[in-house]
């Protein structure tokens, strides 16, 4: 989606939510995309510029765009999911499996990681880490652990800087060494996520977006390292946080 829009043109507005007050579902979820896709899509593509300068990497080569919600017109079901994202995941690739395997030993084929710019209806946007959206196997979920662990005392700071912190009774690191049952709610859409403070709408360049976009540059060093996990690759990620 193409668009000539500056980022400075670009705002969020308290009006905007009304939209999530539709009572028809599936024109509900339509509007929203049409509404809220196009400038989080400027604001995402903003970001990642900025990532490619950052890190001297090409994110399009490995990443792709995920969206939520992700209706189609013509989708026999409509989800409403009860919030707007944007942002990324990585591309799948045909060449290997990945190495993450599902509860039932079975190998995942989608990653299961994203990077995302969020809006709920309560009238605010924030920054997102979803390290495990599915229920993984634990021993990637030690592997996600311990990655984390081993670079804690130059990451950590890093995440104080920009106010980020996870959500959930325990943090990623804390469920290491792995003698206690991984829970339902520490495994998927609602389960541990790091995420960015929530800012108030009107939310625009010089009212938010330089705080969001900090913090997405900044995950998106775990996020790729996470995908070079899942891939079987040695994570960069102290190159990258350096």
Do not use: W
């Amino acid at each position: 989606m193409e668009n000539s829009i500056s980022i400075d043109e670009v705002i969020f507005e308290e009006r905007d939510l009304q939209i999530f007050n539709i009572p028809d579902t599936k024109t509900k979820l339509s509007t929203l995309q049409n509404y809220f896709f196009p400038r989080l899509e400027i604001l995402l593509k903003h970001t990642l510029g900025h990532v490619a300068e950052v890190y001297d990497l090409n994110p399009y080569e490995t990443m792709t765009f995920v969206y939520a919600p992700s209706h189609r017109e013509k989708a026999k079901q409509n989800t409403d999911f009860g919030y707007v994202h944007i942002g990324v995941g990585a591309k799948r690739r045909n060449d290997r499996q990945l190495k993450i395997i599902k509860k039932d030993g079975k190998p995942f084929t989608l990653h299961v990681s994203y990077l995302t710019f969020k809006v709920l209806p309560t009238g605010t946007m924030h920054v997102e880490l979803m390290p495990f959206r599915q229920n993984v196997d634990d021993a990637h979920v030690a592997e996600i652990a311990n990655l984390i662990e081993k670079h804690r005392d130059i990451l950590y700071p890093l995440l104080s800087l920009a106010y980020i912190s996870h959500q959930s009774d325990r943090s990623i690191c804390e469920l290491l060494p792995l003698n206690e049952a991984i829970t339902p709610d520490e495994i998927g859409v609602f389960g541990i996520k790091l995420v960015s403070p929530k800012y108030y709408f009107p939310v625009a360049s010089g009212s938010g977006f330089y705080e969001l976009m900090v913090a997405f540059i900044l995950l998106y060093a775990l996020e790729e390292s996470f995908i070079r996990v899942a891939e079987g690759e040695e994570p960069n990620l102290e190159f990258m946080l350096q």
